[in-house]
């Protein structure tokens, strides 16, 4: 389970922009911009930090509800996240085939990570288990799979980027944003209209490929989860 936690915290601790740098997709999220109307707009990010925030806290049930309010807006992170906890029993009764279907969603655009999890769970999966995942899954996959989880967080981010700038554009003009609320906002610091509502945060098609570039690399550094054992008889459905 660690690894998944590291995963699923990465893109919110990535280093921080420098000035000129906010269409830097590989510099993932500037920290800066982590605020409360931000993290609004973004119910992907929201719903996943709360998620691991209750699954550090022991609160196993509120993670799976909160992780799930973030899978429906296309958060792989969080749809691999469920894929432990129903693999693993955390929370849940312990549910093979759903943890398979979970994972099998969590990989769909390639991500390194998830399609090998994904694979280590087939091969540990039993034929009744196998068949199950097949059948359960079209219903998850039609809730949320990309085709219809990503335009959901589409029309959020297009909202809010309109509602907070004031124009149906999007145009920023000459704001300065000052960040009372997330991680950096005791440093006193300030950010450009430019930064904060830079392309990869707002426009979709900058947003998915940061999301590509963050995670389809393997991730350097993580600690070993192990071996999934392979069970001679099916666990009950």
Not at 186 to 204: F, H, I, N, S, V
Request: net charge negative; hydrophobic share 40%; proline share 5%.
């Amino acid at each position: 389970m660690r690894t998944l936690l590291l995963l699923a915290c990465l893109l919110c601790t990535s280093p921080a922009l420098a000035a000129g740098q906010a269409e830097n997709l590989e510099a993932g999220f500037d920290p800066a911009v982590m605020t409360e109307g931000f993290l609004a707009a973004h119910p992907d990010l929201r719903w996943r930090g709360e998620g691991l925030h209750a699954y550090g806290q022991a609160n196993y049930e509120l993670a799976m509800t909160r992780l799930k309010r973030a899978a429906r807006y296309a958060d792989k992170p969080s749809q691999a996240m469920i894929a432990e906890m129903y693999w693993n029993g955390i929370g849940v009764p312990q549910d093979r085939a759903l943890g398979y279907v979970w994972m099998d969603i969590a990989a769909e655009r390639h991500y390194h990570d998830f399609l090998v999890r994904r694979e280590i769970y087939w091969d540990a999966l039993s034929e009744h288990e196998r068949a199950a995942a097949v059948e359960r899954g079209q219903a998850v996959l039609a809730e949320y799979g990309d085709d219809v989880a990503k335009p959901r967080l589409e029309r959020v981010l297009r909202r809010e980027r309109r509602r907070m700038t004031g124009s149906r554009t999007g145009f920023t003009g000459f704001l300065t944003i000052v960040p009372n609320t997330g991680p950096m906002s005791d440093m006193g610091m300030t950010l450009r209209g430019d930064q904060y509502y830079a392309k990869k945060y707002w426009e979709p098609e900058y947003y998915w490929a940061m999301q590509d570039i963050l995670w389809k690399a393997p991730l350097e550094g993580r600690v070993d989860i192990g071996d999934v054992e392979k069970l001679d008889e099916p666990l009950d459905p």
